[in-house]
Each structure stands twice: as structure tokens, then as C-alpha cells.
């Protein structure tokens, strides 16, 4: 089987061309892909399929879980088009969070979601610490937390979260004033960065208004324009590899 590997400021998926959507792409196939010592590794898996001549991003967590949205993921999946099928400067592409069009204008991919909506106050407990936060729709859903430093929140286990008020689970991200964010992506873990996480870390410190925010993640620098109608997400994405993984071989090495 054919793949890519790519990232974009650190949040890295393993591409899978698969036009013609022949694929079982099971959850099982996307753990032993994302397993980083015994498949490729990987935040999540961004599967390219064709649908009704247009491309469609299909995109899995590392734990093989279904996401309907990955703002770094989208500029990867832009990245390959115009890398793999000679789209661009300007292109678009379906996702399960609508239609997402993407600028390719050198290292520097931007791409647009559905403008950040801001839903009430909710609460995580992360370890021993209970934070509570902004609720976010970005097509996925997100608890944004402000703290005054962000290297102190424990991010290693994932948060206890009100099962009513994120029925599907939440992204939790924690925030400083200066911008700079840490994240923990369900179904991947603390991630380097996290595209709609940005986004919608973006709109508090907009405080729900239109503008430009910069935000900076352990892999780097995103940039957030949210605008009447939608938000943009700026920033680099890389494909670093391609290579054929045998699928037989993989699964059989991976310890159950």
C-alpha cells in the first residue's frame, strides 16, 4: 500500500491515496498505521478518495476513531493535492465538516472552516485539576481553558469532561494571554498542535469577534483570521516520506 507522510507545525498524519475509495480502512488499520514503533506514526490517518470528481478528506484519529474535522490535517491533505495531483495555487476539497478551500502560496498553506461558535461555559478535570472554559463548535467540538501557564497543566491522561454537554467527547485546550496554546485531541493524545484547536482558541481571545490572531504551539506558529462567515487557518505543512508499508506484515508485527 501507498502512503505520504506529512505535518503541519508538528500535528503529522500518514497520507493514503486511495482514489477509488477501494480501501477497508479499519480501525484496527489506522492504530497499527499511527503506531510510532511499530507502523509508521502518526496523529491520525488522512485517507484521498474521489467522489463525484471531487476529492474528499477522510480522516481517522490515531485511535481509529471517525473526526469530522482536522484544521492541520486539511493543509496536509492541500499539501498533497497540489504536491500529488498538480491542483492549486487556489483548490477546495470535501470534508465531513463541509467544503474547505485552500491558498498554497509557497511553505505557507491556508485553508478555511466553519467560523468558530461559541456555546457557553463548561469544565474539564485534567489529573488533579478541574479548569473551566469556553465551549466551542468548529465542526468538532472544544472546551478552551485560560491559564496563566501552560507548561503546568498535566496533559498526559486524557480529561474527565460533562458527557452531556460533549456527547461525542471534546478537545481541550489550554491557553495563555500571550497566545500560546497546548492541547489534548480526543482519540490522539496531546498533539504539537491542532488546527481547529487553534481556531477555536482564536475566537476567545477575540472574545467571539472577527480578526487575526497568531497562536503558538509546541510545533510552532498558526495563524487564525476569523471572518464574517468563516475563519482561516494559515500556516507550514510538509510531506517529509512516501513509501509502500505492507498491510499483512504491519498487522502481524503490532503486539495485541
Not at 514503533?37 to 488522512?46: A, E, P, T, Y
Request: glycine fraction near 12%.
Amino acid at each position: 500500500m501507498r502512503f505520504l507522510k506529512g505535518h503541519g507545525t508538528g500535528n503529522d498524519f500518514v497520507v493514503l491515496p486511495d482514489p477509488d475509495g477501494a480501501l477497508d480502512l479499519t480501525p484496527d488499520l489506522v492504530r497499527a498505521l499511527c503506531d510510532r514503533r511499530f507502523g509508521i506514526g502518526g496523529d491520525g490517518v488522512l485517507r484521498a478518495v474521489r467522489r463525484d470528481d471531487r476529492w474528499f478528506m477522510d480522516y481517522r484519529n490515531s485511535d481509529g476513531s471517525i473526526a469530522e474535522m482536522c484544521g492541520n490535517g486539511a493543509r496536509v491533505f492541500a499539501r498533497y493535492l497540489a504536491a500529488a495531483e498538480g491542483l492549486g495555487p487556489k483548490l477546495s476539497f470535501d470534508t465531513r465538516a463541509g467544503v474547505s478551500e485552500a491558498v498554497v502560496e509557497g511553505e505557507t498553506i491556508a485553508v478555511t472552516m466553519r467560523r468558530p461558535v461559541l456555546r457557553g461555559r463548561g469544565s474539564a478535570r485534567l489529573g488533579h485539576l478541574t479548569l473551566t472554559g469556553e465551549a466551542v463548535d468548529v465542526g468538532n467540538p472544544h472546551l478552551v481553558c485560560r491559564v496563566p501557564d501552560v507548561s503546568l497543566v498535566d496533559l498526559s491522561v486524557a480529561p474527565v469532561f460533562d458527557p452531556e454537554l460533549f456527547p461525542h467527547g471534546v478537545n481541550v485546550e489550554v491557553v495563555s494571554d500571550d497566545g500560546r496554546m497546548r492541547v489534548y485531541e480526543r482519540g490522539s493524545g496531546e498533539t504539537l498542535s491542532c488546527g481547529t484547536g487553534a481556531c477555536a482558541v482564536a475566537a476567545v481571545l477575540l472574545e467571539g469577534g472577527l480578526g487575526t490572531q497568531a497562536i503558538d504551539v509546541p510545533g510552532g506558529r498558526v495563524t487564525v483570521t476569523v471572518e464574517s462567515e468563516r475563519c482561516w487557518l494559515a500556516g507550514p505543512a510538509v510531506l517529509v516520506a512516501s513509501g509502500d508499508v505492507s498491510i499483512d506484515e504491519m498487522l502481524a508485527a503490532r503486539p495485541l
